[in-house]
Nanobody
Framework: QVRLVESGGGLAQPGGPLRPSCAAP????????MGWYRQAPGLQRELVAA???????NYADSVKGRFTISRDNAKKMVYLQMNSLKPEDTAVYYC???????????????WGQGTQVTVSS
């Protein structure tokens, strides 16, 4: 059973950094696009950043210049370096990855369980 596991969320002060990461334990096949989404209370889930297998990145306007997405293809991991955090970045952050479903050749978008990021003084 493929699953994604996030870690590295938590509490940060305004202006501070956090670096959540996401892994796919036991998954050894190729990974296509990986991304981070977030959902604040009462709001829809939104894309924060995404990175293709060719390292092409895409960012929400609200995080450009502050957040950096990266990936380690050997470890099947994706990271989100968040700098200059603002209270409005507070949300549950979800990892998403396009992975092959074993034995099918079909690529499916898997989600992690989410990690809480709270920015507050």
């Amino acid at each position: 059973q493929v699953r994604l596991v996030e870690s590295g969320g938590g509490l940060a002060q305004p202006g501070g950094p956090l670096r959540p990461s996401c892994a796919a334990p036991g998954y050894t096949d190729r990974v296509d696009t990986m991304g981070w989404y977030r959902q604040a209370p009462g709001l829809q889930r939104e894309l924060v950043a995404a990175i293709t297998s060719g390292d092409v990145t895409n960012y929400a306007d609200s995080v450009k210049g502050r957040f950096t997405i990266s990936r380690d293809n050997a470890k099947k991991m994706v990271y989100l370096q968040m700098n200059s955090l603002k209270p409005e970045d507070t949300a549950v952050y979800y990892c998403n990855a396009d992975l092959l479903v074993a034995g099918t050749g079909v690529v499916y978008g898997y989600w992690g369980q989410g990690t809480q990021v709270t920015v507050s003084s």
